[in-house]
């Protein structure tokens, strides 16, 4: 069984930064596929970024502004996330999937284990 922790969130001014971390513990699999997702009110869930094996892969409207990258030492999963605006006021979850990330990452049915989530609120 997979257990992931979310932290990071928080309340931030527009323009500001916050990194997000996810730590993975439990049996997991050698190479795993680990992404971010995100719900705002009102809204479904949607994939921000993934990572696997080095590689990573960004939703379209998340290039350029957000970061995603896994310390493998630390079985830690982080999104540096930049020049925030009010759009990105969500719930941020972490998810793990123990295979490759491959074209499915955006969708939320890939993913067997998943955080709790962690807010962030950007006004």
């Known amino acids: 069984h997979v257990q992931l922790v979310e932290s990071g969130g928080g309340s931030v001014q527009a323009g500001q930064s916050l990194r997000l971390s996810c730590a993975v513990s439990?049996?997991?699999?050698?190479?795993?596929?680990m992404a971010w997702f995100r719900q705002a009110p009102g809204k479904e869930r949607e994939g921000v970024a993934a990572s696997y094996d080095g590689r990573t892969w960004y939703a379209d409207s998340m290039k350029g502004r957000f970061t995603v990258s896994k310390d493998n030492a630390k079985n830690t999963l982080y999104l540096q996330m930049y020049s925030l605006n009010p759009e990105d006021t969500a719930i941020y979850y972490c998810a793990y999937h123990g295979g490759g990330c491959g074209s499915l990452w955006e969708s939320d049915g890939y993913f067997e284990s998943w955080g709790q989530g962690t807010q962030v609120t950007v006004s």
């Open positions: 439990g049996y997991t699999n050698s190479y795993y596929c």
